[in-house]
């Protein structure tokens, strides 16, 4: 494939990314805002499953498109003294499902091209991915100071990420199954 057709197609999937991924933090945040323990860390949190999903799948395009995405959220709700803030945070939400998915390919032997996926992997995957993403998070929250229990809301993360890779997870396995059977 020509580099430039290349290079666009990727932009186009990393822009898709940060669409949906803006448009999902925004449904999280009406249907779930009561599941909110502390200020960005939730009992749900669903826009983790994307996170998760769209790097498993598409990779660095989708780790750009969820860093542009958490950065642009950030950006719009932090007062203007803090954007060093939104973009690290930004960062990290890209960085930590990359993380996660080369950890299952070292530590699992995960197939990159995910030949091998089964349900027992998704698990691991899923786990591995809340728990990264959580403790990254939250030691960056900790160190900006905008997190007292480091402990607490790294636990309580982690949880809204798993449940809401699991429910992201499961979406997309019932929407695949679904979109088999009418192709049939």
């Known amino acids: 494939m ?3 057709r290349l290079t666009l197609s990727k ?3 990393a822009l898709w990314c ?5 448009w999902v933090f925004k449904l999280n945040t009406v249907l779930f805002s009561s599941f909110e323990f502390t200020q960005g860390v939730h009992w749900v949190f669903l826009p983790s ?3 998760m999903l769209f790097v498993l799948v598409l990779v660095g395009s989708g780790a750009v498109g969820i860093a542009t995405a958490t950065f642009l959220t950030c ?3 932090a007062p203007a003294d803090q954007q060093s803030f939104s973009i690290v945070t930004g960062l990290i939400s890209g960085i930590a499902p990359l993380l996660a998915r ?3 390919v070292d530590f699992w032997k995960l197939d990159p091209h995910l030949s091998n996926l089964t349900s027992k992997s998704l698990v691991q995957i899923s786990l591995v991915f809340s728990v990264t993403s959580a403790l990254l998070h ?3 929250f900790y160190w900006s100071g905008l997190s007292e229990n480091f402990i607490a809301n790294s636990v309580v993360m982690a949880v809204g990420d798993w449940v809401g890779t699991v429910i992201v997870f499961a979406t997309a396995s019932l929407l695949i199954k679904l979109y088999k059977t009418t192709m049939a």
Do not use: D, I, S
Not at 18 to 22: D, E, I, N, Q, S
């Open 102 to 104: 080369q950890l299952c």
């Open 49 to 51: 499953g994307l996170r």
């Open 18 to 22: 940060a669409v949906a991924y803006f």
């Open 2 to 4: 020509n580099p430039v």
């Open 75 to 77: 950006y719009l709700n």
């Open 11 to 13: 932009a186009v999937l």
């Open 138 to 140: 939250q030691l960056w």
